[in-house]
């Protein structure tokens, strides 16, 4: 089957960004947000503005080898957050889910959101705003450019007498 695209925008993604903090609200507070870089760290960037964090921690996890999926592998653990008690996990999406199991199983007590979920990931995460199918591949701002797209009439045929 081919693979959709869903383009966010930096506007999207701040509105959902907002929306994911005013639904964290009555979880508050929380001793500080775990990051997962790179992709949650624009999201967390806007959710600590809105819920007034300032203790911000990342984790860095690679799964993805060239195209393929490989094993979870920690480059920079989040050693401010011990165990993740009492702090707010955020990513920018769930996709099969095996980025968040281990970031989970880093940080077993603390609360995981982010702003997009695929049903594989979906059960992994505790809070996210809006579900995408799972062939669809999201395009994040960050991961895409405005490019010139060619009119569907050539300049030649164009206003021909
Ligand atoms: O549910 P999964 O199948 O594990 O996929 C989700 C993860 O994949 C992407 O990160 P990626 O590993 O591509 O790295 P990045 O955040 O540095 O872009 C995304 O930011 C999530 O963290
Ligand atoms: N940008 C992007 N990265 C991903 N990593 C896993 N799934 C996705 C996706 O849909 N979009
Ligand atoms: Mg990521």
Redesign the pocket.
């Given at each position: 089957m081919a693979v959709q695209y869903a383009t966010v925008t930096w506007e999207q993604l701040h509105r959902d960004a907002r929306a994911l903090a005013a639904a964290l609200m009555p979880r508050m507070p929380f001793k500080g947000i775990v990051a997962?870089?790179?992709?949650?760290l624009i999201p967390a960037a806007i959710a600590a503005r809105e819920l007034g964090c300032r203790l911000i921690e990342t984790i860095s996890?690679?799964?993805?080898d060239e195209e393929e999926?490989g094993q979870p592998q920690i480059i920079k653990a989040p050693e401010a957050a011990g165990d993740g008690e009492g702090f707010l996990i955020i990513?920018?999406?769930?996709?099969?889910?095996?980025?968040?199991r281990f970031v989970r199983e880093c940080l077993p007590k603390a609360y995981f959101a982010c702003l997009y979920a695929?049903p594989?990931?979906k059960p992994l995460t505790d809070l996210f705003i809006t579900e995408v199918p799972q062939d669809t591949w999201v395009l994040f701002p960050w991961d895409t450019a405005p490019l010139f797209v060619p009119p569907l009439v050539s300049n030649k045929k164009e206003c021909a007498e």
């Open positions: 997962v870089t790179r992709g949650g996890v690679v799964t993805y999926m990513d920018d999406l769930v996709d099969s889910g095996v980025t968040a695929k594989a990931g």
